[in-house]
C-alpha cells in the first residue's frame, strides 16, 4: 500500500492541527493504520493507531486527550486531529499500514509515507 502524508505545517503552542494520509494501492481496506512521529535526534515514536476491522483506536501516553485518530474507509484514508499542541509534538509525522493496530513498534509496521513535518512553536 502507498502512503501519503499532508497538514503539516507551523502552529503556535496550544493550537491545532489535522493531519491526514491517503492510502492507495489496495482494493480493500483490511488493514491497520497508524502515525508515528520523529523528532531530530530522536528515534521514531509511537503516536496512534486504529484497527480496521473494530475501528479500536490506541494511543501513546503522551498524546492521549490531545490527539485523535479516524478513519475513513471509503476514502481509504485516515486522520490525525491534534490540539492543544505544545513544542515537544514538533516532527516529522509518520503514517502507518500493515501492523498490529496495538503494536508500538515501528519495526512491526510494514508501510510508511514519506512524512509530513509539524513545527509548534512556543
Known amino acids: 500500500v502507498q502512503l501519503v502524508e499532508s497538514g503539516g505545517g507551523l502552529v503556535q503552542a496550544g493550537g491545532s492541527l489535522r493531519l491526514s494520509c491517503a492510502a492507495s494501492g489496495r482494493t480493500s481496506t483490511t488493514y491497520n493504520m497508524g502515525w508515528f512521529r520523529q523528532a531530530p535526534g530522536k528515534e521514531r515514536e509511537f503516536v496512534a493507531s486504529i484497527n480496521w476491522r473494530f475501528g479500536s483506536t490506541y494511543y501513546a501516553t503522551s498524546v492521549k486527550g490531545r490527539f485523535t485518530i479516524s478513519r475513513d474507509n471509503a476514502k481509504n484514508t485516515v486522520y490525525l486531529q491534534m490540539t492543544s499542541l505544545k513544542p515537544e509534538d514538533t516532527a516529522v509525522y509518520y503514517c502507518?499500514?500493515?501492523?498490529?493496530?496495538?503494536?508500538?513498534?515501528?519495526?512491526?509496521?510494514?508501510?510508511w509515507g514519506q512524512g509530513t513535518q509539524v513545527t509548534v512553536s512556543s
Open positions: 502507518a499500514a500493515d501492523g498490529p493496530a496495538s503494536s508500538t513498534s515501528s519495526r512491526s509496521w510494514g508501510s
